[in-house]
């Protein structure tokens, strides 16, 4: 599976836009890139995925790069509530599992 | 529409000790998943089933069983706990295995070894 590279914090204030990078320069022409955010004491959530093109949502938005080898999740006003780890996971497209692979993640802190 | 449960919420076992842990969906979904969670590290995949009758092993299934007799419930089993089984457990489903389905998660079991 490719593997991706995401910063391990970052930090912003309440109601600025957050751009969460993450590095995937193995990632082949079959990989979606997913994300999903965990909230303290709970479990993953969905937040977005995409393919080519950039993806918006209620929750986020998705800005993959031109060679697909990077991108970028921005939450457009940070909340308190978005105060998680964020995880960037490719999954491969040619397969049918289902299985998500986590790294570590972004600790992503909001600060009042 | 409760989604994804999970039951116990918290354990602590004695090592060698066995224990079950129960995950419940009620969204109709073909595929769960048991997936751990150790102290400021990502979820690694411990078993999954792609249909009721059928288990298959993920990236850490040693130590560890399931079963999937009904589509609503998988079942993770210790058999003999070990302290390295010191974990949050995170139960997931999802409709079908596709590349853009969403899994949902549970809300997690903390299991202590002592």
């Known amino acids: 599976d490719a593997k991706t590279t995401q910063p391990n914090s970052m930090e912003s204030n309440e109601e600025e836009p957050v751009h969460l990078p993450c590095n995937h320069s193995?990632?082949?022409?079959?990989?979606?890139i997913h994300w999903y955010r965990q909230l303290p004491s709970q479990g993953p959530e969905y937040v977005i995925h995409g393919l080519t093109s950039n993806v918006n949502n209620r929750m986020a938005s998705l800005a993959i790069a031109e060679d697909r080898k990077s991108s970028t999740l921005i939450l457009h006003r940070a909340t308190l509530r978005d105060a998680a780890v964020y995880y960037c996971i490719l999954r491969d497209g040619s397969s049918n599992t289902g299985k998500l692979i986590f790294g570590q993640g972004t600790t992503l802190q909001v600060k009042p | 529409n409760a989604g994804v449960t999970q039951t116990p919420k918290f354990r602590v076992l004695k090592t060698g000790q066995s224990m079950t842990l129960l995950c419940a969906q009620d969204m109709n979904h073909e595929y769960m998943y048991w997936y751990r969670q150790d102290p400021g590290m990502g979820l690694r995949l411990i078993h999954y089933?792609?249909?009721?009758?059928?288990?298959a092993k993920g990236e850490v299934p040693d130590g560890y069983n399931v079963s999937r007799l009904k589509k609503q419930n998988f079942l993770l089993g210790l058999e003999s706990a070990a302290p390295s089984q010191t974990s949050v457990y995170f139960c997931?489903?999802?409709?079908?295995?596709?590349?853009?389905?969403?899994?949902?998660f549970g809300p997690g079991t903390r299991l202590l070894v002592l």
């Open positions: 193995t990632i082949s022409g079959t990989d979606y």
């Open positions: 997931a489903s999802s409709y079908l295995g596709g590349v853009q389905e969403t899994q949902y």
């Open positions: 089933s792609v249909g009721e009758g059928t288990t």
